[in-house]
């Protein structure tokens, strides 16, 4: 069965740069989250879309930005990266809202 | 301050042995998810339970949901080296807000 594909796996920014992490839910999903979860820590919630339209925002930061396109598909924009960015970022997808969510592989985003 | 507690933290067993690993609230959930995490990689939802006292059998796991819909257990029977992973519970709470994860228990199965 297809799953949640996220590119990239693997993203090396230097301070201050700006990085764009992108997923593709699984088909027939409509609600997407996103996820930081940093080293040792449980995943937390960044934000999420229903239907192309935010649903719910949590610990995102003001730098970071994202968006559902027509196609289902999310993009999260970060920029003026820090240090502590520096984390596994997972994104989510799920059917008719909240539901369970399934997760992708997640992008793990190094900034030096 | 978790919404969502899970202990122990950490266990470490051998092989063949049984264990229990507990998700506790103080608030009530609508539905409860376990999910199961190798490192680096996304967590895998196991199973989701809805109904307060439900029980739920895969394979060799066994979910409970508690009665209050508070809880929530997972059991393991004859543990494998492949049941290795972080386990990590996660739900709505009653309200339907908020998705939130437990800290997880850190599992190892030593041959």
């Known amino acids: 069965a297809a799953g949640v594909i996220q590119s990239p796996r693997h993203l090396i920014k230097e301070k201050r740069e700006t990085a764009t992490l992108k997923c593709y839910p699984i088909?027939?999903?409509?609600?997407v989250y996103w996820y930081q979860q940093g080293p040792g820590q449980d995943p937390q919630f960044l934000i999420s879309?229903?239907?192309?339209?935010?649903?719910d925002k949590g610990s995102i930061p003001d730098r970071f930005s994202a968006q559902q396109f027509s196609d289902y598909h999310s993009e999260l924009n970060m920029s003026s990266l820090e240090l502590g960015d520096s984390a596994l970022y997972f994104c989510?997808?799920?059917?008719?809202?909240?539901?369970?969510?399934?997760f992708g592989p997640g992008t793990r985003l190094t900034v030096l | 301050t978790q919404l969502l507690e899970q202990s122990p933290q950490f266990l470490s067993i051998q092989e063949g042995e049984n264990l229990t690993v507990y998700c506790n609230s103080s608030?009530?959930?609508?539905?409860l998810q376990w999910y199961r995490q190798e490192p680096g990689e996304g967590p895998v939802l196991l199973v989701t339970?809805?109904?307060?006292?439900e029980v739920k059998k895969l394979k060799r796991l066994t979910f409970q949901f508690g009665d209050a819909r508070k809880d929530s257990s997972l059991h393991i029977t004859a543990a494998q080296t492949g049941d290795t992973g972080l386990y990590l519970c996660?739900?709505?709470?009653?309200?339907?807000?908020?998705?939130?994860f437990g800290p997880g228990t850190r599992l190892s199965v030593l041959p």
């Open positions: 339970v809805v109904t307060g006292g």
């Open positions: 996660a739900g709505y709470d009653n309200y339907g807000q908020n998705f939130v």
């Open positions: 088909p027939r999903h409509d609600t």
């Open positions: 879309f229903y239907e192309k339209m935010q649903s």
């Open positions: 608030s009530v959930f609508s539905s």
């Open positions: 989510a997808s799920s059917y008719r809202g909240r539901r369970e969510q399934f």
